[in-house]
Every structure is written in C-alpha cells, then in structure tokens.
C-alpha cells in the first residue's frame, strides 16, 4: 500500500473518495469546464478580460466573470483594475495559481500527445448525449 494511503490506525484506511482527500480536492477544485483553460490562458501572463473573451469565443461574458471572481476570491487569480478610462482590468495567476498550473499543464500536454485517444472517447460521449 502507498504511503499516502496509509493511517496510525490499521483499521481506518483512508480513500480518494473521502471529501478531505487531497486529490479529491484538487480535482473538485478544476472540476468545471472553464477553469482549467482560464488557468491555460492565463499561463503567459496578465490578460485583459477582452482578451480572454476573444481566446475564449464560446464562453459567455457571465460565466467568464463568475469563473474569475470565483478564482479571485480562492486565491488563485490576481485581478488589477486601473482607474483610467475607459476602465482597464488584468488578470494573472498568484503564487497558488500558478502551482496549481503546472498539474493542469501536464494534462494539457497529455492530451495534445494523446489526440487520437481523447477524440474517441469525445466522440463516444457526444454520440450517447445526443
């Protein structure tokens, strides 16, 4: 058995399934579909929001604005609001944003390595939801 896994006590055994687990949590953390690739466009530097809408062209101006103060208030997303006009706002990644990058990055690179595989279980996905 894994260290991680392990316990003082021989007969609690903790699982991923536990809501304290920590990859249970990083995943409930990265779960929705916008924030990993917020993270991925953000992953070069500070961005405009028009910036990111443009990058983004299927996510509505609401859900970019929800996902980024959500990611504001949990630490991970810096925002920048300059008192010019019209009115400028920035958004880069903190310190905890960019650590938690680099897991979401791995998968980015995977799935670019591993096309062929991510399209087939895509395509069976959209065929059984429609």
């Known amino acids: ?51 990111l809408q443009r990058q983004l062209p299927d996510i509505s101006k609401k859900m970019l604005t929800q996902v980024l103060r959500r990611l504001e208030s949990d630490g991970l997303v810096h925002r920048t609001v300059y008192a010019v006009v019209p009115p400028k706002t920035e958004y880069s990644l903190t310190e905890h944003g960019h650590k938690l990058h680099e897991p979401i990055m791995m998968l980015c690179q995977w799935a670019r390595s591993n096309k062929a595989v991510v399209d087939t279980v895509y395509n069976k996905r959209e065929k059984i939801n429609n």
């Open 1 to 51: 058995m894994s260290e991680e896994l392990t316990t003082n006590d021989e007969l609690s055994i903790p699982t991923v399934f536990e809501r304290n687990y920590p990859v249970r949590r990083l995943l409930v953390l990265i779960s929705d579909a916008w924030t990993p690739i917020i993270f991925y466009c953000l992953s070069d530097g500070k961005k405009r929001f028009s910036e």
